[in-house]
């Protein structure tokens, strides 16, 4: 620890006759002056960091740390006491008289114990010898400027010197005189009141006071003087300067941000003041050691040539350094000077801000140079005599091509004037240099020209001249002029426009602010009647596309007012003034600043769908009724895709087939064909597919299977149609089982009906052609004369074709059933 120079002084620490030790509140030494050192050095060589008990007899410990806790417990107060300490032959000890006062930082808050210390003896000694040497130079001692006083043991004046009348005397109470009694003389005057002189000359008691007495500071001393009686010497000093500095350096001290470093001739660090977050190392690294032991070889090196340089020039010498602590790296300044006695004070400066602040100018600079140099605009700065001071080449070329010439450095701007007349240009020219800006347009050499005067101030905000800043705006001002050009086609066309174009402000309720001549038409009023009326008007009568009321909020160009986001395709229903009814469709996008990139406007475009939409809502009604018409068809009908997969069943063919709509949607037709059918089913639907579009019967039954695997037949018919790109089938499907079974017991009906036939046709023609045969002999042997006969046998023969007759018709109409 560096010795508390603020408070202790030079004399003192570098004393022959005093000890000057500093311990921490602990006990343990943090400072010691050379001459501890040299008279205990046979204790040990190095006292920091030790326990103090280590040079005083034990005996004493106790007394030294009571002395201690008086000074703790009174801050600003002396506390003698009389120490033994060793000797360095044998087991002898020295008394020692010492002054203990407590050590505080700047805060107040105590810090350690702070000990001044002499032999008791020598002193005695030499205090006897200096006031007897002091009255036998009695003009010395009389002519001395301070105030010095002797008296007895009974405290009363014995002698004194001019200055302690004249100087001093304002301190008592009436006039010192020989005989008076020195604590009545003071005793009104002090600032504490007591008898504070009587308690410190009792004592007998070699001692200071600091006392200030009226707003004034001064310095009691007191020395015992050896002799038949027990008198001392009272030394008083004006002290109220040394105070008044003293305060002002610690100010000052305690304002500087600076880090100190002492050094001896050799340069090891003797003492230092710092904040330990702003040190390289700790300070036991480097206290009493050689700095270059703890600083990095270059520091060292740069140091060690600053350092060279004031021994030699006897001048102050700076070094600039940079240290990485805790990883960041940080730049320092250090100034060197003399402190005398072969010692070197360094200040040292934490000057990273500044060293990062120049470094980012001069990047900024070489940054603006570049801009300036890279930039398409021509960048010029003439001071207050009109005399260019800096042109960038951007500008050289500007002035070239306009002038034939570029100007140089020095020139004056008045010799180069455009876009006006010489005095114009000067006028303008002197209104930027009074502080104004001055922007100049126009065509010259073939190219539109924007020059932009503005004033340059320095830092006390004078004008110091005028930047001008030409701007090549040929292409900007023929995009203007196209854009005008575009903007008025654009306006024409958007008033040509069949669709309605509204634009919302930002302002109040977000007015209309903008509409073409079909907006106002579509909504059933004049232009002028729609500008300023917004979503909020209470006039609006507004429907959504199923006819529900809609409030202001959940109009489209609200909806993208409040949220940022568009709105697309909103169908809504609007009332017009006169009676009429129109369904728009509205689409809102929001229109935002490009540079801020804050919501702007919003352009709001609706379309008159009011034909579109009475048809779409026909075709709706339209729609419902066919679904109606679908669902009331009484046998199973399926939509099929060209997949064959089923998209719609009718209620019908849920309850015939057993399937619920979800269950049966999206699966293929084949789910309900028997396995062994899957094959006849693929080629019947091939076939049908080359007839696309024609109504088509299946010509045989169907087999189908239900859910819960029953077999049923169909007759079917089916359909074909497209919804737009696709190819549906419609599949009516007639339950026909029971039909089918009628069919076969007919067909076995038929098929015992031929049996009898045959049976008929066969078993009675025999007889039958037996009678035939007999019928046709008996007429050919019967002769005429038995006509009687004949007639006989012609009526069996005629009763026989007519039974065979029947017979064959018989047959015939057997043979017609199928």
Sequence with gaps: MAPPTNLIPDYLINSGLFSVVVTDLEGN????????????????????????????????????????????????????????????????????????????????????????????????KSAKE????????????????????????????????????????????????????????????????????????????????????????YQFGFCPVDGEQMDTVIHIRDIHTRKESEVYRKGLLASIPDMLFVLDKDGVILDYKADAKDLYTSPAHFLNKHYST?????????????????????????????????????????????????????????????????????????LLRAIYEST??????????FAFRFI???????????????????????????????????????????????????????????????????QQREVIGASLVSKDLTETRQGQIKLQESERKYRLMVDLLSEGIVLHGMNGTNPVIDCNEAAARILGLTKSQLLGKDSFDKSWNACDEKGNPISPEQHPAVVTLSSGEPVRNYIMGVQKKAADFAWILVNSEPVFDTESGQLKNVLVAFSDITEIRNSQLMIESNEHRLQKIIESIPH??????????????????????????????????????????????????????????????????????????????????????????????????????????????????????????????HELRRPLANILGFCSLLDATITLERSEIKEIAKAVSKSAKEMDQLIHEIVKKTEQIK
């Design 29 to 124: 030494y943090t400072f010691v002056n050379q001459l501890f050192c040299e008279r205990f050095s046979f204790i040990d060589g190095d006292f920091i960091g030790k326990p103090f008990s280590a040079t005083v007899h034990e005996a004493d410990v106790s007394k030294a740390n009571e002395a201690a806790k008086y000074c703790l417990a009174n801050p600003g107060q002396e506390v003698a006491v009389q120490l033994r300490k060793p000797q360095k032959q044998g087991d002898d000890f020295i008394w020692t008289n010492w002054g203990f006062s407590l050590v505080s930082g700047e805060g107040g808050e105590p810090q350690g114990i702070l000990c001044i210390g002499y032999d008791l003896t020598e002193v005695k």
């Design 130 to 217: 200096r006031v007897q040497a002091d009255l036998r130079f009695y003009e010395v001692f009389n002519s001395s400027t301070d105030a010095y006083i002797l008296v007895d043991a009974s405290f009363r004046v014995v002698l004194f010197n001019e200055a302690s009348r004249t100087t001093y005397g304002r301190l008592f109470r009436s006039p010192i005189c020989v005989g008076a009694d020195i604590s009545d003389l003071l005793a009104i005057k002090t600032l504490d009141g007591n008898n504070w002189i009587g308690e410190i000359l009792g004592k007998n008691q070699t001692s200071s006071k600091e006392v200030a007495i009226d707003g004034l500071w």
């Design 294 to 366: 703890s600083l990095p070889p270059d520091v060292s090196q740069k140091l060690a040539a600053a350092l060279d340089q004031l021994r030699h020039e006897g001048e102050v010498s700076e070094v600039l350094y940079s240290l990485e602590i805790e990883g960041i790296q940080k730049h320092y300044q250090g100034r060197l000077n003399n402190l005398g006695d072969d010692r070197y004070i360094v200040l040292v400066r934490n000057v990273t801000g500044r060293v990062d602040a120049e470094r980012k100018i001069v990047e900024q600079d070489k």
């Design 376 to 385: 398409s605009e021509g960048i010029s700065y003439v001071d207050k005599g």
């Design 392 to 458: 960038n080449q951007a500008g050289k070329d500007q002035y070239t091509q306009i002038f034939g010439s570029e100007p140089t450095i020095g020139a004056s701007s008045m010799d180069y004037p455009y876009l006006t007349d010489g005095q114009s240009y000067a006028r303008q020219l002197q209104q930027a240099m009074d502080g104004n800006t001055n922007v100049l347009e126009g065509w010259t050499a073939g190219r539109f020209w924007q020059l932009t005067m503005n004033p340059v101030r320095n």
């Design 636 to 761: 199973p009908l399926l939509i099929v895709n060209d997949q064959d997969l089923i998209e719609f069943v009718n209620e019908d063919f849920t309850t015939v087939f057993g399937y619920d709509s979800s269950e049966i949607t999206g699966k293929g037709i084949e789910l309900l064909i028997p396995d062994r059918f899957h094959t006849d089913h693929r080629k019947l639907v091939q076939k049908y597919r080359q007839r696309v579009g024609k109504l088509s019967q299946m010509g045989r039954y169907i087999p189908a299977r239900t859910k819960s695997g029953k077999e049923l037949y169909f007759n079917g018919s089916l359909n074909s149609f497209r919804d737009g790109e696709r190819n549906l089938t419609i599949v009516i499907l007639q339950n026909v089982t029971e039909f089918k079974k009628n069919q076969e017991t007919i067909l076995e009906q038929n098929k015992n009906l031929k049996s009898i036939a045959w049976i008929q046709s």
